[in-house]
């Protein structure tokens, strides 16, 4: 596969998985276009420009995609273009250089979760199945016909690290799995079914506030969506911001206190709307903030906070 040409637009696990997987195969990748590392992020995954630079690819990480960009594709005359979690849109016109393609590896069943930190919601929404997709690249994000999908399983405490794992795995299998078609300018095309379809934004840590009046199953999804390494869900007690990193569901009594209530302190209890959640993981963010105990009330937000609509 030594004489197909690709431009490679990548970055975190998937895109690290699946470059891996192009220089396995021989793909000629001639640049590789990825991002800085944000220093205020948790960076989980390998390095795509480090990758790239051991292989003796060119690096380019342009904080947008412009006129320079558009020349420079034109002159290296890729036969492909490939998306691997590239976290800006490419712009169409981009799209129409190579003569047998663009693809993009999205990290859901598509057409299902389209959009950003798919994985993230199909945790917190309590998916038991999830995978990744390789698809035609259109102007419209994730809308394009599918080459090739893999499934994997989200088990009752996967995390969403733990799943987005899972499916970097599926995006290397999909690429080994498609390449050669791809190569030969036969890339499978099936259309997506827009009344499938769903869609879902970004995320921010100020979406991990913890509302007890919810069940302690879809607090516990939301635990183990945005735990380490995202930005934790939290609740508030006396005043300090209290992190939850770890959850534990299976009690299901009715009690006559409000949700948030502390009903042990060991193990840590706490009522929901619906059930009991014990606490396996957590800590404050101020280091001098008093543990939780029996009858404590999570979730008052101090003044001048407000949750998110």
């Given amino acids: 596969m030594s004489n197909l040409r690709a431009a490679v637009f990548a970055y975190s696990e998937v895109g690290h998985t699946c470059l891996k997987e192009l220089l396995r195969q021989g793909t000629s990748v001639q640049a590789v276009f990825t991002h800085e590392d944000n220093p205020a992020e948790t960076l989980w995954f390998p390095s795509v420009a480090a990758l790239s630079r051991e292989a003796g690819i060119p690096v380019f990480t342009p904080d947008s995609l412009g006129d320079e960009e558009y020349a420079m594709l034109l ?15 490419i712009p169409e016109r981009f799209l129409a250089i190579p003569p047998k393609g663009a693809f993009n590896m999205h990290g859901s069943l ?26 035609h ?17 989200i088990l009752p405490d996967d995390t969403a690290l733990d799943v987005s794992r899972k499916v970097a795995e599926a995006a290397g299998i999909i690429l080994e799995r498609t ?39 879809r607090i516990h999804n939301l635990v183990r ?7 934790g869900a939290f609740t508030f007690l006396r005043g300090k911001k209290l992190f939850i990193w770890k959850t534990q569901t299976g009690e299901h009594p009715s009690f006559d206190t409000p949700p948030g209530t502390v009903l042990s302190e060991d193990p840590l209890r ?6 009991v959640l014990r606490l396996l993981e957590w800590q404050f963010k101020d280091s001098d903030a008093q ?6 009330i999570l979730g008052k937000e101090p003044e001048g906070e407000t949750r998110p609509s």
């Fill in 110 to 135: 598509l057409p299902k979760y389209r959009g950003r930190a798919c994985v993230n919601w199909a945790v917190l929404n309590g998916e038991t199945v999830t995978g990744a997709t390789l698809h």
């Fill in 75 to 89: 002159s290296l005359r890729p036969d492909v273009i490939f998306s691997f979690y590239y976290r800006s849109m």
């Fill in 270 to 275: 706490v009522v929901t709307g619906r059930g």
């Fill in 179 to 217: 390449l050669p078609s791809i190569a030969l300018g036969a890339a499978p095309r099936t259309p997506q079914n827009e009344g499938e379809a769903t869609y879902f934004g970004r995320r921010t840590p100020a979406d991990g506030v913890i509302d007890w009046a919810e069940s302690a199953v």
């Fill in 225 to 231: 969506a945005v735990t380490h390494p995202f930005p």
């Fill in 291 to 296: 543990s939780p105990g029996a009858g404590d």
């Fill in 137 to 153: 690249m259109v102007r419209r994000a994730d809308a394009g016909d599918i080459v090739d999908r893999e499934a994997v399983p």
